[in-house]
């Protein structure tokens, strides 16, 4: 057994600091060691010379040594059109999305655009995503082929439209199931490896794959469910004319039986205490998009309701990309921040790092395996530079405790502040990754 060791500062949290103290909902150790074995984390400690003997021991001073980031909610085959002219969701989507799509049909261009993504992800020290594919079998084929080799624990599943999108893009409900179900069994406990069942949104599903995709979710304990929910107004007048016979959005997908553990929602902007009351009773999670809400006009998330002691509802982050503009949970945050001054509410440093970390995992019900600094848990590290840009720099000389610091990088901090990603206790070389 082969055992490493990272030297620096250590911030991992036990609690979240919405419902508790902060100042103890987290653990701070500005001189530490962190010793990892067979990837998974042996041991972490005040750094002393006499533990660090026979160990080949890497020094990060001028950083802060954390747990990898978790983005909830994110889309493979957006890379290539990332940045596209910011329309409105869902022309947005018929004039980009399905256009860029329909290139998945080729399974060399899946895996060229899987290697960049996943190169993207852990340049921005991402290691765990929920990811979406294409309507395509090999777009997830090349997609958790690359993450593998790369050794990354991911969730994804190949998307499921039977209706209303353009006639390359569709399957149907039988074929929907069948291809999911084939991959489920190929991919899912394969490695770090994990599916979900992946109807797009409730529009373009009929009835009969929205039932296909509960059972098939259902027979198989353990896998995920991802979908949409309420992002745009057009789209919440668009499912209520499909779906007449719901009440609300959700109860769209509640009605065929795909809310519950193990389900994450992206966006969730457009809800109210009802829709909030569900997902606390179901045990759902809600992935927050702030860069791509902020990007298509489509609203503000209501972070604050979400997080309310009485009824709390699992909360991570998603930078969605392509309508996110950003693959950094540093900027993901950033912008988080901003939307939740504009419910004037706010969010803290402490309470914003403990969404890209832990509750990221505690999201995706991988709270026992990720998202922490301790024994046991899995090696997936993220390294910041607290020096990464000459104005982080000048600005942490004025940061006077922890939580300011982490408040710089989660305003000024991108994918520069990244010194180093581990995974699965090894050091990936982004960069070196983007020309192989």
């Given at each position: 057994?082969?055992?490493?060791?990272?030297?620096?500062?250590?911030?991992?949290?036990?609690?979240?600091?919405?419902?508790?103290?902060?100042?103890?909902?987290y653990?701070?150790?500005?001189?530490?060691?962190?010793?990892?074995?067979?990837?998974?984390?042996?041991?972490?400690?005040?750094?002393?010379?006499?533990?660090?003997?026979?160990?080949?021991?890497?020094?990060?001073?001028?950083?802060?040594?954390?747990?990898?980031?978790?983005?909830?909610?994110?889309?493979?085959?957006?890379?290539?059109?990332?940045?596209?002219?910011?329309?409105?969701?869902?022309e947005?989507l018929?004039?980009?999305?399905?256009?860029?799509?329909?290139?998945?049909?080729?399974?060399?261009?899946?895996?060229?655009?899987?290697?960049?993504?996943?190169?993207?992800?852990?340049?921005?020290?991402?290691?765990?995503?929920?990811?979406?594919?294409?309507?395509?079998?090999?777009?997830v084929?090349?997609?958790?082929?690359?993450?593998?080799?790369?050794?990354?624990?991911?969730?994804?599943?190949?998307?499921?439209?039977?209706?209303?999108?353009?006639?390359?893009?569709?399957?149907?409900?039988?074929?929907?199931y069948?291809?999911?179900?084939?991959?489920?069994?190929?991919?899912?406990?394969?490695?770090?490896?994990?599916?979900?069942?992946?109807?797009?949104?409730?529009?373009?599903?009929?009835?009969?794959?929205?039932?296909?995709?509960?059972?098939?979710?259902?027979?198989?304990?353990?896998?995920?469910?991802?979908?949409?929910?309420?992002?745009?107004?057009?789209?919440?007048a668009?499912?209520?004319?499909?779906?007449?016979?719901?009440?609300?959005?959700?109860?769209?997908?509640?009605?065929?039986?795909?809310?519950?553990?193990?389900?994450?929602?992206?966006?969730?902007?457009?809800?109210?205490?009802?829709?909030?009351a569900?997902?606390?009773?179901?045990?759902?999670?809600?992935a927050?998009?702030?860069?791509?809400?902020?990007?298509?006009?489509?609203?503000?998330?209501?972070?604050?309701?979400?997080?309310?002691?009485?009824?709390?509802?699992?909360?991570?982050?998603?930078?969605?990309?392509?309508?996110?503009?950003?693959?950094?949970?540093?900027?993901?945050?950033?912008?988080?921040?901003?939307?939740?001054?504009?419910?004037?509410?706010?969010?803290?440093?402490?309470?914003?790092?403990?969404?890209?970390?832990?509750?990221?995992?505690?999201?995706?019900?991988?709270?026992?395996?990720?998202?922490?600094?301790?024994?046991?848990?899995?090696?997936?590290?993220?390294?910041?530079?607290?020096?990464?840009?000459?104005?982080?720099?000048?600005?942490?000389?004025?940061?006077?405790?922890?939580?300011?610091?982490?408040f710089?990088?989660?305003?000024?901090?991108?994918?520069?502040?990244?010194?180093?990603?581990?995974?699965?206790?090894?050091?990936?070389?982004?960069?070196?990754?983007?020309?192989?």
């Amino acid at each position: 057994m082969t055992k490493t060791a990272i030297r620096g500062a250590v911030l991992t949290f036990t609690a979240d600091p919405s419902y508790s103290d902060p100042d103890t909902s987290y653990q701070y150790i500005e001189d530490a060691l962190v010793v990892m074995a067979d990837g998974l984390i042996e041991s972490v400690g005040e750094y002393r010379p006499e533990a660090a003997q026979d160990l080949d021991v890497t020094h990060y001073p001028n950083a802060l040594i954390c747990p990898g980031f978790v983005d909830c909610h994110i889309h493979y085959p957006q890379t290539q059109m990332i940045g596209a002219y910011g329309k409105q969701l869902l022309e947005w989507l018929n004039t980009y999305t399905f256009a860029a799509e329909q290139d998945f049909a080729d399974l060399g261009h899946a895996q060229r655009v899987a290697k960049v993504f996943l190169n993207e992800l852990l340049r921005n020290g991402v290691t765990t995503a929920a990811v979406y594919c294409t309507v395509h079998p090999q777009s997830v084929e090349a997609f958790f082929e690359r993450s593998e080799a790369l050794s990354t624990r991911m969730i994804a599943g190949k998307v499921m439209m039977d209706c209303n999108a353009p006639p390359a893009l569709l399957d149907t409900a039988e074929t929907g199931y069948a291809d999911s179900l084939r991959l489920l069994e190929k991919w899912h406990g394969r490695g770090r490896q994990l599916y979900a069942v992946t109807p797009r949104f409730a529009p373009t599903s009929t009835s009969g794959q929205l039932r296909a995709a509960a059972r098939l979710w259902r027979e198989h304990p353990g896998t995920y469910m991802q979908t949409h929910l309420s992002e745009n107004q057009g789209e919440l007048a668009w499912v209520q004319e499909l779906f007449p016979e719901s009440a609300r959005y959700l109860q769209v997908y509640n009605d065929y039986g795909l809310l519950g553990e193990r389900s994450i929602f992206g966006h969730c902007i457009h809800i109210g205490e009802d829709d909030f009351a569900d997902f606390h009773r179901h045990g759902a999670a809600m992935a927050h998009c702030p860069t791509s809400n902020l990007f298509l006009g489509s609203g503000f998330f209501k972070l604050h309701e979400a997080k309310k002691p009485s009824r709390p509802v699992k909360v991570g982050l998603g930078a969605d990309v392509g309508a996110g503009t950003s693959f950094s949970m540093l900027q993901t945050l950033g912008e988080a921040y901003k939307v939740a001054q504009t419910h004037q509410t706010g969010l803290t440093a402490l309470q914003g790092f403990y969404l890209a970390t832990k509750g990221g995992a505690e999201a995706l019900s991988l709270d026992g395996k990720i998202g922490q600094i301790a024994p046991g848990f899995e090696a997936d590290l993220a390294i910041l530079d607290l020096k990464a840009t000459p104005l982080i720099e000048f600005r942490m000389g004025f940061a006077r405790t922890l939580p300011e610091k982490l408040f710089v990088l989660m305003t000024l901090g991108d994918d520069r502040a990244v010194r180093a990603t581990y995974v699965a206790g090894k050091a990936v070389d982004a960069w070196m990754l983007r020309s192989r």
